[in-house]
């Protein structure tokens, strides 16, 4: 959990990253920039911290070694020595640069912040932020101009949203670091340059990752295998869901075994969820989940997209909120058509 309230920034240093398509270069500062306005820090440290979220977390890796990692290393040259700041910043503008070749990638200015005392897991500790900016949003300026008031537009950052950013919390060193990351403007293949080719991360498999991605898996094996294509009732796809869910609501441990027993039942659509699961983690290099704490705020979020619904040609949608047993299909003869009947104690 990430508490901001009583950070300071200890230094902050502003370059212009450029766009490699537009010839337009990167602008590298000498030094930081000094800030002896406490309501200007005050946006500024609003601005920074309060997008981030910490239930998922990443860390910085290597193939080969850690210490080859050139985030993890500028990383540890700030915390080791802060004043140090203007020249490793310079270097991560010029990698991120670097890394900044696919053409949806925008210019904008980059960020490297030095906090302190930011609270984390009821620690203070002091944190690294990389930021990049690179929509502009415009503003009108009403001011006061003699007697009467002018009226002009102007560029300007929304502190309410931040494009690309990374908190590095000064914890965890000898595993890579715990950090954070925001990218709000690319989510497909070109947004990868951030995580991926710039910062070199990957996510801590902790019980809300491992949460998550059995939603994810179950979601995906609902949609994939539990299909009319494999003679499979949408009735059944429905069940394995809601079963799914309030498992997850219900229990504070996930084990394979008792997943199995409680959720499917089947044998042979448990061992077709086994079979599932195992290419799933394989295609996406993700260690076996076999047994782990149940995060509650991963099923929280997980439940928004865990929707049960039966779709029925263009004309009707079923969610299915609760108990999937008041649904009943079969076929009209008469009339040629497949129908469902719906039971329902009281009408609201």
Known sequence: ????????????????????????????????TTITDESVELVLKT???????????????HPEDLEMNEMYNAAGQIFDNPNQLAQTSAELANLLYSKSTNPNIKSGEFYVVFFKDINFNDEYVDAIGLFKSE??????????????????????????????????????????????????????????YWKEDFLGVAP????????????????????DVLTNENKINKT????????????????????????????????????????????????RQIAPIDQFEISSEAVKRGKKYFRSVIKLDKNFHIYVHANPDYIEKGFDEHKGRNFYKLYFINEE
Not at 1 to 25: F, P, W, Y
Not at 204 to 211: A, G, I, K, L, M
Not at 247 to 271: L, R
């Open 135 to 192: 929509n502009k949003d415009t503003y009108i300026k009403v001011f006061n101009k003699g007697d009467n008031y002018a009226v002009e537009s102007e560029a300007g950052i929304n502190i309410k949203k931040v494009d690309k950013g990374c908190l590095i919390i000064n914890s965890d060193r000898e595993t890579g670091f715990q950090v954070a990351i925001i990218d709000t403007i690319n989510r497909n293949n070109e947004a990868l």
């Open 47 to 61: 601005y920074f911290l309060s997008h981030f979220k910490t239930d998922f977390m990443y860390s910085f890796i």
């Open 1 to 32: 959990m990430l508490n901001s309230t009583d950070a300071s920034i200890s230094q902050i240093i502003v370059h212009h990253i450029g766009d490699h398509k537009e010839d337009d270069r990167t602008i590298i500062s000498t030094q930081p």
């Open 236 to 283: 059944d796809q429905v069940t394995f869901l809601k079963n799914a869910e309030d498992f997850f609501a219900k229990n504070n441990i996930y084990d394979t075994q008792t997943f199995s027993e409680q959720v499917i039942g089947n044998e042979e659509i448990a061992n077709a969820f086994s079979e599932y699961k195992g290419k799933y983690e394989t295609q």
């Open 204 to 223: 801590r498999e902790n019980e809300y990752y491992q949460t998550s991605q059995l939603f994810d898996i179950c979601k995906a094996f609902g949609n």
